[in-house]
């Protein structure tokens, strides 16, 4: 088996850009969140809303220095990002917007597949081990614009590195926040859905965060996007395997942090894959498949759309109870 790579380095090559002409798309989806107000009372599983700019909870005062330097360099590039974004195709910029980075020097990405803000991302994004996974539930991520939200993971399973988080808190604007309005907000995620099709060579497009040592002085930009295509699975493994090395096999540019960047279909803009390690021996970038993620979703993600008023949909919605914390790891 090759032996499984998350935080190697290598030059990054230029990324050539195809101007897709398609179809338009809603231009709400060039919104990470959008805050929906209405007479009805808050869903009582809403996120929190913090008055911006606060002093966030359950972060360390380094990791919260490097939440801000990375929220203002966000801030700076999102329009940029989204110029550069929507040459990739119409619905590239719907993969931007549900794209998050992980705020802490660890790095990290994560996609977010439902509307009442369910992320997914890699269980090794979370934690190693169980044990590590247990002490560090809730991260603090950022959207493109900079805007921050914390998730707590809900389900964690190293078989298939897999992690279901869910949003809990939102540092939202002064006039959105739940002190400042008779009828508080109400969080609606831009998210992709699940491919229909369970294609392995399929032209795509990966949206991630590379890791920086020193963020002053990397050379890459925060969110890269980068063009590539699905290599197919490894032969005679279980796709639902993915605790040694992604069964999945890709050829587009990722560095380590990111893990968990979604792989969309360029057609569609749908999630065919996430990214999660590569191959030192070959260079081949692996993520978990489709199938795993599905699967996944099947068992874990809740189906309860009472969260949201007016129509909603998601990536996936199966069960109607809020999921308990879960930990799958065979070795643990």
């Not at 992690?163 to 995620?189: D, G, Q």
């Not at 040694?244 to 569609?268: Q, V």
């Amino acid at each position: 088996m090759p032996r499984r790579l998350r935080s190697n380095r290598e030059s990054h090559p230029d990324i050539d850009v195809e101007i897709d002409q398609g179809p338009q798309i809603p231009t709400h989806l060039d919104r990470p969140i959008r805050f929906l107000t209405t007479p009805a009372p808050t869903p009582a599983r809403s996120p929190l809303l913090l008055r911006s700019p606060s002093r966030l909870p359950g972060i360390t005062s380094d990791d919260l220095r490097i939440l801000r330097t990375k929220q203002r360099r966000l801030q700076r590039s999102a329009s940029l990002t989204t110029q550069a974004t929507r040459e990739l195709g119409p619905w590239a910029i719907r993969g931007l917007s549900s794209t998050l980075i992980f705020a802490q020097h660890e790095a990290g990405t994560a996609v977010c597949i439902d509307a009442r803000g369910w992320m997914l991302t890699c269980a090794h994004c979370f934690g190693e081990t169980a044990q590590e996974w247990r002490a560090h539930r809730r991260k603090w991520l950022l959207c493109y614009t900079g805007l921050a939200v914390q998730v707590e993971c809900q389900v964690w399973d190293a078989r298939r590195d897999l992690a279901l988080a869910k949003v809990v808190c939102i540092e939202a604007p002064e006039e959105l926040s739940s002190s400042s309005s008779s009828h508080p907000a109400t969080p609606v995620f831009t998210f992709v859905p699940l491919s229909t099709s369970q294609s392995t060579t399929a032209p795509i497009i990966c949206i991630g965060q590379p890791g920086a040592d020193d963020l002053d002085k990397t050379a890459y930009d925060l969110i890269e996007i980068s063009k590539g295509r699905l290599c197919g699975l490894i032969p005679d493994v279980d796709p639902q395997d993915n605790s040694e090395i992604g069964a999945l096999k890709h050829d587009a540019w990722t560095y380590w942090g990111h893990s968990g960047a979604p792989l969309l279909r360029r057609a569609d803009g749908s999630l065919l894959g996430l990214h999660s390690s590569w191959d030192d021996s070959t260079g081949m970038r692996h993520g978990v498949p489709l199938a795993a993620i599905k699967a996944f979703l099947s068992e874990h993600l809740p189906l309860d759309e009472a969260d949201l008023p007016g129509p909603t949909a998601s990536a996936r919605s199966l069960e109607k109870k809020e999921p308990e914390i879960i930990v799958i790891d065979s070795s643990d």
